[in-house]
Nanobody, 118 residues
Framework: QVQLMESGGGLVQPGGSLRLSCRAP???????????MAWYRQAPGNQREFVAH???????KYGDSVKGRFTVSRDNGKRMVYLQMDSLRPEDTAVYYC?????????WGQGTQVTVSS
């Protein structure tokens, strides 16, 4: 059964913005609050690349290629994680995956396509 569900992908012009969402509908609220969440991406022919990470206490970390342009956040009450992507570039084109990790298990979402093109 699907544990993580991404949404918000689409086609956007260079310089534009998108906001991705990741929902964990089956995760117990208290567990989600203590779960580390992350975003990765994979472009055709490339390995999966780290994008952003947010801990249970909302500490964040970003990949070098997105620093200053992307912002990760979370809403524990809604079991949601977000990735705000600004100043998008064609090289940001990829399938974006949500990841969760805690003491019990690790899950991946099915991905959402982001295409940056004029």
């Amino acid at each position: 059964q699907v544990q993580l569900m991404e949404s918000g992908g689409g086609l956007v012009q260079p310089g534009g913005s998108l906001r991705l969402s990741c929902r964990a509908p089956r995760m117990i609220l208290s567990v989600f609050s203590n779960t580390e969440m992350a975003w990765y991406r994979q472009a055709p022919g490339n390995q999966r690349e780290f994008v952003a990470h947010i801990t249970s206490d909302r500490s964040t970390k970003y990949g070098d290629s997105v620093k200053g342009r992307f912002t990760v956040s979370r809403d524990n009450g809604k079991r949601m994680v977000y990735l705000q992507m600004d100043s998008l570039r064609p090289e940001d084109t990829a399938v974006y995956y949500c990841n969760s990790k805690n003491e019990y298990n690790e899950f991946w979402g099915q991905g959402t396509q982001v295409t940056v093109s004029s």
